[in-house]
């Protein structure tokens, strides 16, 4: 199996606040930045999320991630159908004061009973598989390949998909089996655009990832 490289993130420079005593005072600066991001009032079309110590903004995506993001949830929602698990999307996934808005989240259907105490998210404990749509852009990419794929596993959450058009022709990596004291994966499956993955455990474990859901393979 082959992983995608651990390259040294770049953060996005909309909010950063990193004081020297960070390892020390950690909680006291997720305190600082959930309160923050309570507070923020974003124009139409961006999203802001908490990510290893910084608040990012970036705006939503573009055309082609719309589709890819809108095909794998519904193929998702058909695949779930009739059981007690569903595909949301738009949801603030909220562990330790950290925020995720994944582009497709499994968790239950009923996510209420899973809130955060603020009522502004699930719990990442209720959730079984979060995908994300690479977007372009060294930064964008960097957050989604390498910060939220250790945000992710410290949370443990099960399954973490990453769809990427602008890893070589277009690849799906499935990510199993976290390691939250590494911040890191024991099972990572990556495979070019056009080569059927299975879910291999959890609510979606069977369910397919094809071309119906990328498209084919990048010129």
Known sequence: MTALAHERPETMPEIRTEPESASENGSDLDEVLWQAWKAMELPEGYRAEIIEGAIEVSPTGRLTHAQIANRVRRALDKFLDGGEYACHQDANVIHKRKVWIPDAVVGPE???PYADEDGLGVKAKAVHLVVEVVSPGKRNQDRDRVRKRREYARAGIAVYVIIDDYDAQGTVTV?????????????????????????PEGPAKGFAITEAITGPARA
Not at 180 to 197: L, Q, S
């Open 110 to 112: 009923d996510l209420e």
């Open 175 to 199: 990510l199993t089996e976290p390691r939250p004291d590494k911040a890191d994966w024991v099972g990572v499956h990556r495979v070019p655009y056009g080569t059927e993955v299975i879910i």
